[in-house]
């Protein structure tokens, strides 16, 4: 049973029966809430009748703080099967502080789909239509055989993830997980039709102008 020591974390190999224990799962809770905590008190803005809250992870800010970061990352690392991959992949901009965060502390490499074309080899391109937009990007350097754990920083329709999730099957790479820092709960989601599961961290919806986290 491996266990290592990150920023005075200590993270168990995700092959051990330790973390599923509850007194593992109790002493994860008392130490590793700051996520949860930091949504129930983000700010909160009204625009055209529709509330939303502003998150350090989701918009860049307020302020994002390095505990909440870290803390993360630590548990993405433990979500996900990131012994078994080759590669992560997340869409710009904001899946890249904390895909970046997983890829030093793993070792795993970093592969961001961008808005930009550059035209290299083996390029893809993918239609992102989410519950704001609708724009194109770009995968490079994710190959056939490829085994990739993609992370984004919000599920809410799952326009940008269906996007990256049908590219990827596109290209013939094997999608080992995908992991959402926050899912919005309780309205349309793209990812629902499809057969990759989708792990989030925490869950929440908006009720009555405020945040609430669904267990």
């Keep these: 049973m491996g266990v290592t020591d990150w920023w005075g974390y200590r993270v168990v190999d995700s092959r ?4 599923n224990s509850p007194l593992a799962r109790s002493v994860e809770r008392r130490r590793m809430d700051r996520l949860e905590r930091s949504l129930l008190e983000t700010p909160v803005i009204e625009k ?11 918009d860049g800010v307020p302020t994002l703080k390095p505990a909440l970061l870290r803390e993360i990352v630590v548990r993405i690392i433990r979500a996900a099967d990131v012994e078994n991959v080759d ?8 899946g890249i502080h904390i895909s970046t965060g997983v890829s030093m502390m793993t ?6 789909v961008r808005k930009r074309e550059y035209g290299l080899d083996g ?4 239609k992102q239509v989410t519950g704001y937009s609708e724009s ?3 995968i490079n350097d994710v190959y056939a055989g490829d085994r990739v754990l993609v992370i984004d920083d919000v599920l809410s329709t799952g326009g940008t993830l269906d996007a990256i999730v049908g590219a990827l099957d596109e290209i013939g790479a094997e999608i080992v997980d995908i992991v959402a820092v926050i899912e919005k709960v309780g309205g349309e989601n793209r990812m629902a039709d499809r057969e990759d599961d989708v792990t ?7 009720v009555d102008g405020e945040v609430t986290i669904v267990e």
């Design 107 to 112: 070792d795993v490499p970093l592969v961001v």
């Design 87 to 94: 590669k992560i992949v997340t869409p710009a901009a904001m």
């Design 123 to 126: 390029e893809v391109s993918l």
């Design 200 to 206: 989030s961290l925490v869950s929440v919806e908006m």
């Design 16 to 19: 051990s029966a330790l973390p």
């Design 48 to 58: 055209e009748g529709y509330h939303y809250f502003v998150h350090p992870i989701s």
């Design 136 to 138: 194109e990007m770009f």
